[in-house]
């Protein structure tokens, strides 16, 4: 597994604002956002040539939680990410590259 730098979304992010009052949580989209823009940034994928072909929520994220994220290359060419909170997993996926057309997207 290669590790991507820890991040963070800034505690007055507005996707916390109401969601949900009194214990705020990052909503998925935005943490399979910043995830996907991660990976962009380490160029280790390119957003417009890709697709998802997983994903998993499995925690919550809140203000002031630090990110640590990690990713494998697979099988052609997909990328199997996960990121975690201190120990504590909170996404999981994966990302296939966008086959060329005519091809079969279920055979990669």
Same mark, same amino acid.
């Given at each position: 597994m290669t590790r991507l730098a !820890? &991040?963070?979304i800034p505690p007055d992010h507005? !996707? &916390?604002a109401g969601h949900f009052p009194g214990r705020p949580i990052l909503p998925?989209?935005?943490l399979l956002d910043a995830a996907l823009s991660r990976l962009e940034a380490d160029g280790e994928i390119d957003l417009q040539h890709c697709c998802l072909r997983s994903?998993?929520?499995q925690g919550a994220v809140g203000p002031g939680d630090q990110l640590h994220g990690e990713?494998?290359?697979l099988a052609q060419g997909s990328i199997r990410f996960t990121l975690s909170v201190r120990d504590r997993?909170?996404?999981?996926?994966?990302?296939?590259?966008?086959?060329p057309?005519?091809?079969d997207s279920d055979a990669l």
């Open positions: !820890a &991040f963070d507005p !996707a &916390f998925g989209v935005v994903v998993k929520f990713y494998e290359w997993v909170v996404l999981t996926g994966t990302v296939l590259p966008v086959p057309a005519g091809v």
